[in-house]
């Protein structure tokens, strides 16, 4: 089995395992609910209903006209009717063949299930497009003198492969690096995450749960899952350029440039360690720590004068040599070695 092919078709796993699989199950629910709202728009028939007593505790008594009589029904105290005042009057769906089922004519009430689900489901095939479309960054290709070198060491084992250059040797060339891939996809993987925690336990909440609760959970899972595509978008194609005189940092929703004369520290920010410390105020040396297994994440801070963050970069840049070779630059620009935060 090839696994540099299976993971470098990771996106498309993720795509067609994981996404599209659900986007079809949003989809399935939103044609139902819409389905349902325009049989009750077409079938059902509308009436001015009021309130004749609202003085119970979980039940309303609700009034309207009908084939020229006058009928009552109590309904419980949720969703939509929970908030009726006495003698409020209000349009309503009946049904005709059923006067216990009742459905507010209100956009909220009719429709905001549908849209709410129909936005999750245009977020959910964005989401499938983008990773169907992505191509994992390949590794740039050894240059033709060290690749030479490599293949006259493999031929004679006797010659030493060729010495790394010193740490500091910067010889002021462009340095070019990008995003590793590990970034987009965490973006992707936690987005999806807490993003279907909020929306899957508001889209089967009781009836009796309130509308705004339902729908802003909802919103606030989509507007979750939005943001962290912007990252993963952001991330994916983020490159970072430095020549002699600017940082240049091309991304997705605005590029910046940074001068180096800008740039007096460079600091190492461990953010699990900071994390780690954080879990353990308060916690008594006689308890047992839990065991640690998350990987560290490091990220490299770069400063002005007053303290202030020009910009984050991952450990984890490709390629490593090119990272080595920033660092270098600018300990050797700002006169001072990098140091943990």
């Known amino acids: 089995m090839n696994c540099d092919g299976f993971f470098s078709s990771a996106p498309k796993v993720i795509a067609l395992v994981g996404v599209f699989p659900l986007l079809l199950v949003f989809l399935w629910f939103t044609w139902k609910i819409a389905a349902k709202c325009r049989d009750v728009q077409t079938n059902w028939t509308r009436v001015e209903a009021q309130v004749v007593d609202a003085s119970q505790d979980d039940k309303v008594t609700l009034e309207w006209s009908w084939r020229g009589g006058k009928v009552r029904q109590e309904v419980k105290k949720e969703g939509s009717f929970k908030d009726l005042a006495q003698s409020q009057t209000f349009p309503l769906y009946m049904n005709p063949r059923n006067r216990a089922e009742m459905r507010p004519d209100t956009f909220g009430e009719m429709w905001g299930g549908a849209v709410v689900l129909g936005v999750i489901s245009l977020v959910l095939a964005g989401t499938g497009l983008f990773l169907m479309l992505t191509e994992d960054p390949k590794m740039p290709e050894m240059s033709a003198d060290f690749a030479a070198q490599v293949e006259r060491a493999k031929l004679n084992p006797q010659v030493s492969t060729p010495t790394p250059r010193p740490s500091h040797d910067d010889n002021g060339g462009i340095i070019q690096m990008r995003e590793p891939g590990e970034s987009w996809k965490a973006n992707v993987f936690w987005g999806l995450l807490f993003g279907l925690l909020l929306l899957v336990p508001a889209f089967f909440a009781p009836k009796d749960v309130s509308a705004w609760k339902k729908y802003g959970m909802m919103a606030l899972g989509v ?92 450990k984890n840049m490709e390629p490593a040599g090119e990272l080595r070779r920033f660092l270098d630059r600018m300990e050797n620009l700002t006169g001072v070695p990098i140091r943990d935060e």
């Open 223 to 314: 507007a979750w899952m939005a943001f962290m595509g912007r990252s993963a978008i952001q991330n994916h194609g983020r490159t970072v350029r430095c020549d002699r005189t600017s940082i240049q940092v091309s991304q997705a929703f605005g590029s910046k440039r940074i001068l180096l004369s800008d740039v007096k520290k460079v600091t190492r920010d461990d953010v699990r360690q900071k994390l780690r410390e954080w879990e353990d105020v308060g916690r008594s040396r006689y308890k047992t720590k839990p065991l640690d297994t998350m990987a560290p994440i490091v990220l490299y801070i770069l400063r002005d004068a007053q303290g202030k963050e020009l910009l984050r970069l991952d």
